[in-house]
Structure formats: structure tokens, C-alpha cells
T-cell receptor, first 113, second 115 residues
Framework: NAGVTQTPKFQVLKTGQSMTLQCAQD?????MSWYRQDPGMGLRLIHY???????DQGEVPNGYNVSRSTTEDFPLRLLSAAPSQTSVYFC????????????FGQGTRLTVV | AQSVSQHNHHVILSEAASLELGCNYS??????LFWYVQYPGQHLQLLLK??????LVKGIKGFEAEFIKSKFSFNLRKPSVQWSDTAEYFC?????????????FGTGTRLKVLA
């Protein structure tokens, strides 16, 4: 029972580098989302998707891109990393029927130097 | 804009003390309400959820929460905390109308329980 799988768990980037955080879920959930968690600020929504081919911006989308080509995968791309993007990133998924309980991945701790 | 407020950012209690964490949201439509817990170094896990019916919901580990619609509140309670309850607690609201399925989280409450 994999649930939501995020990779990598840790990453150090230099300013200006790009990278992709991977997120995959095996629960056939329509809704997937990315959050960043910073001390004292809780979880802030970066981008979300309600199905393949559909994405939308959350609260803090600048500097990040997403795509949703399949139901299972929802990668988050950092185009040109900045120190302000140092954070812990969580991917979550949920169904859109019934009570949409969110299931979270283990998180990616990203440091930009 | 929709928002979720958690008024207590840090709470320190002794074991066996009672706990109540406040959560208020700003949306007048239908909502689903959640409390998540994050133990140190781990991801978020669901404590309990409310979507309809009895406004007093019981979750895991002895936690419960009460939905008061008139106050837009969903406060978390536990009669007697344990050292192992030391964690960060997040209230979350899912806005379930107009095709909107976003989750909005509160800023979290760090609970420290002293043995």
C-alpha cells in the first residue's frame, strides 16, 4: 500500500539550478496538491490539480510549475531555485467524492544555497 | 478569501492536563473539516474529520472535535494529554462547493507536553 510517494526526501540546490520534485499516488485520486511548510506559516498551497490536464495556482505559486499528464503523477518544478524556496515540500492527494480526506507524502526537505 | 485561523501557536501542558485548540474558518458554504497531526520529522496524519451529522466527532488517540456552525469553529479537545501527544496540530477546511476542492490549512499549533 504505497499511498503517496515523494522523491527525493532531501535535496540541496545552488541558486539558479532547476529541479523537479516527484509525486505519485496509487489511489486513483483526482485531486493532487503541493504545499510548502515553513516555520510559523503552516502549510501554504503552491499548486493543485483536480484531474489530468487541469492545474491551478494556489496561494504561493511564483517560481514553481506543475503539470498533470496522468492521474497518478503530479511533479513540481523549480525553474530557477532561490534561497527563499528553502522549505519542506509536501504532496497530497484526495478523492473528490464523499469526504475528501487528504493523504500526504513523506515530504521533501529542500535547501537552496 | 477563504481562510483558517488557529489562535494558539504554541501550547505547553503537563501530562494529564486537558487540551483545547481553537480553529475558525471563514466560508459560509458547505465545508468538510479536518484535524491533522504532525509528529516531529514525520508527515501529516489525519486525526479526525467532520462532514455531516453529529457535530461532535471522535478521532484517534482520544481526540475529539466539535463543529459549531454558528461560530464557524471546529475546536480540538482531549481530556488528558500524554507526553506522546507532543506534535504540531493543523486544522484544515475543504470547501466542497462550486467545484472547488482546495484544502486550506491553518498555521498550526505546536503542542509540547511535559512529562
Amino acid at each position: 500500500n504505497a499511498g503517496v510517494t515523494q522523491t527525493p526526501k532531501f535535496q540541496v540546490l545552488k541558486t539558479g539550478q532547476s529541479m523537479t520534485l516527484q509525486c505519485a499516488q496509487d489511489m486513483n485520486h483526482e485531486y493532487m496538491s503541493w504545499y510548502r511548510q515553513d516555520p510559523g506559516m503552516g502549510l501554504r498551497l503552491i499548486h493543485y490539480s483536480v484531474g489530468a490536464g487541469i492545474t491551478d495556482q494556489g496561494e504561493v505559486p511564483n517560481g514553481y510549475n506543475v503539470s498533470r499528464s496522468t492521474t497518478e503523477d503530479f511533479p513540481l518544478r523549480l525553474l530557477s531555485a532561490a534561497p527563499s524556496q528553502t522549505s519542506v515540500y509536501f504532496c497530497a492527494s484526495s478523492s473528490v467524492g464523499g469526504v475528501p480526506e487528504a493523504f500526504f507524502g513523506q515530504g521533501t526537505r529542500l535547501t537552496v544555497v | 478569501a477563504q481562510s483558517v485561523s488557529q489562535h494558539n501557536h504554541h501550547v505547553i501542558l503537563s501530562e494529564a492536563a486537558s487540551l483545547e485548540l481553537g480553529c475558525n474558518y471563514s466560508y459560509g458554504g458547505t465545508v468538510n473539516l479536518f484535524w491533522y497531526v504532525q509528529y516531529p520529522g514525520q508527515h501529516l496524519q489525519l486525526l479526525l474529520k467532520y462532514f455531516s451529522g453529529d457535530p461532535l466527532v471522535k478521532g484517534i488517540k482520544g481526540f475529539e472535535a466539535e463543529f459549531i456552525k454558528s461560530k464557524f469553529s471546529f475546536n480540538l479537545r482531549k481530556p488528558s494529554v500524554q507526553w506522546s501527544d507532543t506534535a504540531e496540530y493543523f486544522c484544515a477546511v475543504n470547501f466542497a462547493t462550486s467545484g472547488t476542492y482546495k484544502y486550506i490549512f491553518g498555521t498550526g499549533t505546536r503542542l509540547k507536553v511535559l512529562a
